[in-house]
């Protein structure tokens, strides 16, 4: 019975690989929107469209619960989709909460009020669509107070990585760990809020130094998943079997995919 993963194109594959092989008995659906990639540098009414559109045709896949591995439809879509989009028997989950609730540590479903944590002073470095949302700030107010978060919008890195250019992604991660550094010298953690970014998590790491702890988002996520799961087992679809699907070219996204993940991967049109 299978799962929705949805992102704007293959970043989504960090978070599909980590549940994968933290579920390995369910089957997952992947929709990469890379006819339309990036998000990141879309307003939201754009980006709400192409999610809701996307998610649609995964609903239609036979997944009752879809996760946005994309923290750009996460942060401009997710809300408006659940209030007013979303079918009652249908569930759809962004990936910031598990970050903030590791960030925060909380445990799923703690509603108790705000309060102060270790983390004081925390970097992000996001798309410029999550930049502008603020909605990781509105998520980390409702578990603490009296953390201050430097947005770092990373312009460049998303087409990099997706056009496989590494040369160029490192060194665009490094001119904005430079820019926010400026901004904050000394923080304490650092969240990667894009799923395309884990690819370059040592890159951050190296660049922001040994003593911040960098947030990243797979492993999270599917720890997240695998708990929810536990406790709606309903919520597994009618799918059956695992399969991949763009909306851009198959062929070539087959063989980026394919070295992205380091194992065969072969996408079918949407």
Known sequence: MAVGIFDSGLG??????????????????YFGDNAHTPYGVRDADDVYDLTTRSVARLFDAGCDLVILACNTASAAALR???????????????????LIEALTERQWGDN??????????VALFATPATVAS???????AFRAIGVDVEAQSCGGVVD????GDEILA???????????????PHPDA??????????????????????VRV??????????????????????????????????????VSSKATQFLRRKVEFSPA
């Open 12 to 29: 989504g594959l960090t978070v599909l690989d980590a549940v994968a092989k933290r579920l390995p008995d369910v089957p997952f659906v």
């Open 80 to 98: 408006r989709m659940q209030e007013g989009w979303v079918p009652p028997q249908k569930r759809v989950l962004g990936v910031f909460v598990p």
């Open 112 to 121: 108790s009020p705000p309060r102060e944590v270790a983390v004081r002073h």
């Open 134 to 140: 603020r909605a990781f700030q509105r998520e980390l």
């Open 160 to 163: 990099a990585i997706e056009e």
């Open 170 to 184: 490192e060194a665009l991660v490094r001119s904005h760990v430079d820019a926010l550094k400026r901004k904050m």
């Open 190 to 211: 650092a969240v990667l809020g894009c799923t395309h970014y884990p690819l370059m998590e040592t890159v951050f790491q190296d660049a922001l130094g040994e003593d």
């Open 215 to 252: 947030f990243s988002q797979a492993k999270l996520v599917a720890e997240s998943l695998a708990d929810y799961l536990e406790r709606r087992p309903e919520m597994k679809g009618s799918g059956k079997v695992s399969q991949f699907m763009t909306t851009g070219d198959p062929a070539r």
